[in-house]
Nanobody
């Protein structure tokens, strides 16, 4: 059973930083792309940043230059370094991963989310 567990969220002042972590475990042969999404109150879930297994990254325009996505392939772990946080970054942050199991099948899994709150 594949599980993704996010951590690192919390309350931070505007201008501050947080580092989110997403640890994937259980029945994983390898992982293709991984990504961070967020959903603010009354808003749709949106892509924040994504990274391929080879390290190619993609960012939402709203976070470019402030957020950095990275991953540790050996440990199936995804990170999101968030700097210069703004009030509009406050949201529930989710990670996902396209996991290849030992039978060669690919499934997308989601974590349960970690809350980021930014105070002004």
């Amino acid at each position: 059973q594949v599980q993704l567990v996010e951590s690192g969220g919390g309350l931070v002042q505007a201008g501050g930083s947080l580092r989110l972590t997403c640890a994937a475990s259980g029945g994983i042969f390898s992982i293709n792309s991984m990504a961070w999404y967020r959903q603010g109150p009354g808003k749709q879930r949106e892509l924040v940043a994504a990274i391929t297994s080879g390290g190619t990254t993609n960012y939402a325009d709203s976070v470019k230059g402030r957020f950095t996505i990275s991953r540790d392939n050996a440990n199936n772990t995804l990170y999101l370094q968030m700097n210069s946080l703004k009030a509009e970054d406050a949201a529930l942050y989710y990670c996902n991963a396209d996991v290849i199991n030992y039978y060669g099948a690919v499934f997308r899994y989601w974590g349960q989310g970690t809350q980021v709150t930014v105070s002004s």
